[in-house]
């Protein structure tokens, strides 16, 4: 019997605190970003519609004429001219119909596209805070699912609305002009039809809300479960990972069984009612002719017209589905788009000027959120070029925090950091994080050649300047032993790399991009003891004339620092050197102790 899982299944994206969008602000925000531009291609389509919709209709107005005057009358001529009239009605039906269908699909691939990028580019650019309070899965299903469904909706949904709407209009014409009597039974049937299609679309909005938050579920199970892999199978997961998984499945089969249900009661409850007037009407139609009222043209015609009519109020009874859809997906895609970076340039923001590099944290506090408790309080210090300063302490005392600050990141909520005196609020983004340069315990590379994630940075630099760099990160050996060299790919996070190999191309990034400013964060923890010494010796060039802070647990590896900075609950609360701090027998004294490390003898 498997076990139910113990860890909670992901959830839908909660939702934002952006005031909801009512539906007619919706269609009007979607028309105006997304249609307004190809307006013409979008009228062409339209109009394209409505001839298609004209032709129908004239199809079956042509029955009447056709069946009393071949059949019936024997009219000269009839047997030529009907029949070639009913194949020019049915061509340009199929020319518009086709030039319709190109229409709507390049105005709706564009719309995917406009949307994807558009949300892509406000999620590469929102806040780490923001990105962090999702998990990734989630804006993937944005991107790639709630793109489609506004399409639909916005292009092929409208205009194939308009289209059977019109079709149901020139139907009913059709009947009242064959008999008017006859046509009040319909004052009966559209009533109805209407309420029912109204009915089941509230259980088809709510179906498709449901079935959409669960689709960003499932995107989010997969990705974890995939990118911690190793993890699952190490510790003979499989089973509890496909189970949970699987109730993530189960609940999106159950919104979307909801919705296809909703959808399978409307059309067919539409036409049932539809199939019951026809039977009444020819009932009535029959009695009619016997009494010489009607004639057999006029009801063959006013039958057709039913007919038509019946299964174009179908199609509208399905696309009101791809309405609810359309307008969850814009609600959800809208309040992304609407999120606002707290991080933002000041109007009038200046360039950074290259200077001395000499960074200056002036009484700076920080917290994550506007009620959590603070992360940093008090934090005073400064570095200047060519000076390298160590943060350490215990985990959690806000090492990271610090460090993040300096790209700006996050922005302090009390105090100011200063680069050369300028406070980093003041200064254009760019032109500050040209000035900086990182190196993590878990560089990213991307899935491309080793060649491109040197050049990152710096993508117009020569290929002796791409080499130049991996050989001061002494990463130009093991490049040249790969099969490929410089052109070969590293794989997913650089997963055909080792450990030591990915740190030395991410400090071969670091030295092509050549910034006064470095930042270290645990840059030498994760490896093992050959491949950290290749590491440190390749720091300590990229670190010589640089400002340089960096974060390390081991302590080994700071010794040398200029000056170390101990942290503790987002104060620093020990200052000074190696020697000095043991020496004090405080906080640092204690961690040197736990790795065994002793203060160097007096001289």
């Known amino acids: 019997m498997t076990s139910l899982p113990q860890r909670p299944t992901p959830r839908a994206m909660s939702e934002r605190s952006a005031p909801e969008l009512s539906g007619r602000a919706l269609i009007g925000r979607v ?25 129908t ?45 190109t229409l709507v699909n390049r105005i709706g691939n564009a719309v995917v596209g406009d949307i994807q990028v558009q949300l892509f580019g406000k999620l590469v650019r929102a806040d780490l805070s923001h990105l962090r309070s999702q998990h990734s899965g989630a804006y993937v299903s944005s991107v790639l699912y709630d793109a489609g469904l506004i399409r639909e909706a916005a292009t092929a949904g409208v205009i194939n609305y308009t289209q059977h709407l019109l079709i149901v209009i020139g139907a009913i014409s059709v009947m009242v002009s064959n008999d008017r009597t006859l046509s009040i039974l319909l004052v009966v049937a559209l009533p109805a039809a209407t309420w029912i299609m109204r009915r089941f679309a509230k259980r088809t909005t709510k179906a498709a809300k449901g079935a959409m938050a669960e689709t960003s579920a499932l995107s989010t199970a997969i990705m974890e479960s995939l990118d911690g892999v190793r993890v699952v199978k190490l510790e003979n997961r499989e089973a509890y990972e496909e189970a949970r998984v699987a109730e993530v499945v189960r609940r999106r089969q159950r919104h979307l069984t909801k919705g296809a249900n909703a959808r399978a009661r409307a059309a067919p409850t539409t036409e049932l009612l539809m199939t019951l007037i026809t039977a009444a009407v020819i009932a009535y139609a029959g009695w009619r002719a016997q009494q010489g009222g009607m004639t057999v043209g006029a009801f063959v015609a006013f039958i057709a017209a039913l007919g038509v009519a019946s299964q174009s109020l179908r199609q509208l009874a399905n696309l009101q589905t791809v ?28 360039p950074l000027p290259r200077g001395e590099a000499t960074i200056r944290f002036d009484n700076v506090g920080f917290s994550y959120g506007r009620e959590g ?89 020569t290929a002796e300047e791409v080499e130049a760099a991996a050989r001061a990160a002494a990463a130009h050996d093991f490049i040249m032993a790969l099969p490929e060299g410089y052109e070969t790919h590293v794989g997913e996070a650089g997963a055909r790399l080792s450990g030591g190999q990915r740190q030395r191309i991410a400090i071969a990034r670091a030295f092509l991009k050549d910034a006064p400013i470095l930042l270290l964060d645990e840059a030498t923890s994760a490896l093992d003891t050959e491949s950290e010494a290749q590491v440190q010796e390749a720091l300590k060039r990229l670190m010589a004339g640089r400002t340089t802070i960096l974060i390390a647990h081991r302590l080994s590896t700071v010794r040398g620092a200029d000056r170390i900075y101990v942290v503790d609950k987002g104060r620093i609360v020990e200052t000074g050197d190696h020697d000095a701090l043991v020496r004090k027998r405080g906080l640092y004294a204690r961690l040197a102790r736990s790795q065994h490390l002793e203060a160097e003898p007096a001289a």
Not at 78 to 90: E, G, M, N, Q, S
Not at 324 to 345: K, N, T, W
Not at 417 to 441: C, Y
């Open 323 to 350: 309405f609810a859809e359309g307008m969850s997906a814009a609600r959800r895609l809208f309040s992304a788009l609407d999120v606002e970076p707290e991080v933002q340039e000041k109007p009038g923001a200046k």
């Open 57 to 101: 209709t004239m199809l079956v107005q042509i029955l009447e004429p056709a069946t009393n005057d071949l059949m019936v009358n024997h009219k000269p001529g009839a047997l030529v001219a009907l029949p070639l009239t009913i194949a020019a009605y049915a061509i340009a039906r199929a020319i518009a119909q086709v030039v319709q269908a």
């Open 373 to 461: 408790a603070p992360t940093l309080s008090g934090v005073d210090f400064e570095v200047r070029r060519g000076e390298t300063v160590a943060l350490v302490g215990p985990s959690g005392g806000g090492k990271t925090t610090i460090l993040n600050l300096i790209p700006r990141f996050y922005d302090p909520t009390a105090g100011r950091v200063l680069i050369d005196g300028h406070d980093l609020r003041e200064v254009t983004l760019a032109s500050l994080r040209d000035q900086v340069a990182l190196v993590t315990q878990e560089p990213f590379l991307f899935d491309d050649s080793i060649r491109a994630n040197i050049c990152y940075a710096r993508p117009g630099a």
């Open 31 to 55: 028309a105006r970003a997304y249609l307004v531009p190809r307006w013409m291609a979008w009228a062409g389509a339209l109009v394209a519609g409505i001839a298609a919709a004209y032709f």
